[in-house]
């Protein structure tokens, strides 16, 4: 079955912490993850491309396939980054599976 | 260029009507995707159109809901009989499928409230 999964509804820190939003993929062919971001008010817009390899705004996602993984990472949390995050995964038919969302609150 | 553009923003109605959705992607992507945001069910993916090929339905709920795009370009998501459970926010995306990859680029949406 082709699913993503994110455990935490809810992500909350304080600024300058390190931030890991989780996200885990089960699919059975090649993977091609994205990790998507929606703002207060704003509409869902791309963030990162597992084949990309880019940092984006400081944030950074490796795809672990041995753990079908795909975590998102930033060192140091600033109070901008507050949003809802989607971790997504492309199917061979180009459709994209969303996880559930995950909504990061940076705390001043 | 201009991004993806949906409209109405908001549209209400009331259960047993009909409704279209429609969605101007970007100039010269050739896919077209729909997919619903509700607070049951998150991110569903509904419907894909990619150039002349038969669209990918497989995301339809029932056979209420259709989608056609004409020339290649707009899109109109008609749902009939609307049903409350229907309510949600429409999300169009539009791509230029490349052998690189794809990049999804998000409409604003239609926020629908059924009655």
């Known amino acids: 079955a082709q699913r993503v999964t994110q455990p935490e509804k809810l992500l909350s820190v304080f600024k300058g912490a390190p931030v890991e939003l989780k996200c885990n993929y089960s699919?059975?062919?090649?993977?091609?993850l994205f990790w998507y971001v929606q703002y207060s008010r704003q509409r869902l817009q791309l963030l990162l491309r597992?084949?990309s390899r880019e940092s984006i705004k400081g944030f950074t996602a490796d795809l672990n396939k041995g753990e079908t993984s795909f975590h998102l990472k930033k060192p140091f949390a600033q109070e901008e980054d507050s949003a809802m995050y989607y971790c997504a995964l492309r199917t061979s038919s180009y459709k994209l599976i969303f996880g559930s969302g995950t909504r990061l609150l940076v705390r001043p | 260029g201009a991004g993806v553009s949906q409209s109405p923003s908001n549209k209400v109605t009331e259960k047993g009507k009909d409704v279209e959705l429609r969605c101007d992607p970007i100039?010269?992507?050739?896919?077209l995707y729909w997919y619903r945001q509700s607070l049951g069910q998150g991110l569903e993916f509904l419907i894909y159109f990619q150039g002349n090929s038969a669209p990918d339905k497989s995301g339809l709920p029932s056979d209420r809901f259709s989608a056609e795009r004409t020339g290649g370009s707009v899109s109109t998501l008609t749902i009939q009989r609307t049903q409350q459970e229907d309510s949600a926010v429409y999300l169009c995306?539009?791509?230029?499928?490349?052998?690189?990859?794809?990049?999804?680029?998000f409409g604003p949406g239609t926020r629908l409230t059924v009655l």
């Open positions: 699919y059975s062919g090649s993977p091609e």
């Open positions: 995306a539009s791509s230029l499928l490349s052998r690189s990859g794809d990049t999804q680029y």
């Open positions: 100039s010269g992507h050739t896919a």
């Open positions: 597992h084949i």
